[in-house]
């Protein structure tokens, strides 16, 4: 079955500087890359996402990056806050059906 | 738009007592809803695919009859947890599927804020 893996599992970062997680995947027919922010207590809350038909994805300062012959697709966060601190998970479905989620990377940012 | 809301957002119950979680898509209809389980520092397990009058698809490992899932309408899921006991006790958190399309977002999965249950 699908498999996604998640990395690093927990990212520290200084106020400003960038973070970046990476996934891969294992279906080759997945077309749905959602990437999604949990914090402490809360639902996940998606942030950005791509599809297959598109390399790359900006939203202010997010990005998500997406290489199919490899399988693998990267979130970047740009001058990153404290309030970007939580988990966030990457997630690949095929259809839109059947989400598969990474195990989650914990982001630190201090101020 | 595409909210979901869940209800309760904590309970605390005895062990041997069921408990039932509602999850409500409040701008869109999903004949889709699904359901997770979170345990502490970890994934979202997928633990069965609630499907608008029909009975639900639930995951290897998943035993249908402890929960109990209800997709009444299509806004409405519950979850019934049946004679809960302490190894119950996790985070629950439902989705639904905006199969709708609202402004282009054919789909995508909204997650629901997530139940605690603790069975004591």
């Known amino acids: 079955g699908e498999n996604v893996e998640q990395h690093p599992s927990t990212l520290s970062v200084q106020e400003g500087d960038s973070a970046v997680i990476k996934c891969t995947y294992s279906d080759s027919a997945s077309n749905y890359f959602p990437w999604y922010k949990q914090e402490l207590g809360k639902g996940p809350q998606l942030i950005i996402d791509i599809r297959s038909n598109v390399g790359e994805k900006k939203d202010q300062r997010i990005a998500v990056t997406l290489n199919k012959t490899a399988k693998h697709f990267s979130l970047h966060i740009t001058e990153t806050q404290p309030e970007d601190s939580a988990v966030y998970f990457c997630a690949a479905s095929t259809g839109g059906f059947k989400t598969i989620f990474g195990a989650g990377t914990r982001l630190f940012v201090k101020a | 738009g595409a909210v979901v809301s869940q209800h309760p957002s904590r309970v605390i119950c005895k062990s041997g007592t069921s408990v039932k979680i509602e999850c409500r898509s409040l701008?869109?209809?999903?004949?889709?809803m699904f359901w997770y389980r979170q345990f502490p520092k970890q994934s979202l397990m997928l633990m069965a695919t609630s499907n608008e009058g029909s009975k639900a698809t639930y995951e290897q490992g998943v035993e249908k009859d402890k929960f109990l899932i209800n997709h009444a309408s299509l806004t409405l899921s519950t979850l019934t947890v049946t004679s809960a006991h302490p190894e119950d006790s996790s985070f629950y958190i439902c989705?639904?599927?905006?199969?709708?399309?609202?402004?282009?977002?054919?789909?995508?999965?909204?997650f629901g804020p997530g139940t605690r249950l603790t069975v004591l």
């Open positions: 989705s639904a599927r905006d199969e709708g399309g609202l402004a282009g977002r054919y789909n995508e999965q909204f």
């Open positions: 701008d869109f209809q999903a004949t889709t």
